[in-house]
């Protein structure tokens, strides 16, 4: 029967115990791209590389950051709430609001029957 199957193997098929393994089905673990380690269990942050590259575009950037600085505090000498965008913007919602309302409690007549 296994000359009508041609030397070919179906099913599960076992190594014999015997047998060495060759280097090709060996198989390598390749090294991480970001040389860490694969475990969820690190002690850094995930946050860390953040971190990291902030501090140095600070360093490359402080003349820049100086400046930035300047003309924020001369900023907020002008008008000390120029920085605070959400309280500005919950006012302007807030007005939106209280319009929709008003023309909600409006009694409405018709226009051209009266």
């Given amino acids: 029967m296994s000359n009508l199957m041609g030397g070919k193997q179906y099913g599960l098929i076992l190594q014999k115990p015997g047998a060495q393994k060759s280097e090709s089905s060996l198989v390598r ?54 920085f605070q965008y959400d309280e500005v913007y919950d006012k302007m919602e807030d007005k939106k609001a209280e319009e929709v309302e008003k023309k909600k409690t409006v009694d409405r007549q018709p226009k051209y029957i009266k």
């Fill in 29 to 82: 673990k390749k090294p991480s791209i970001f040389n860490q380690s694969d475990s969820d269990s690190d002690k850094s942050d995930g946050d860390d590389w953040v971190k990291k590259s902030m501090k140095g575009k600070a360093a490359k950037s402080s003349g820049l950051k100086k400046q930035t600085k300047i003309v924020m505090a001369k900023a907020l000498e002008e008008d000390p709430t120029v």
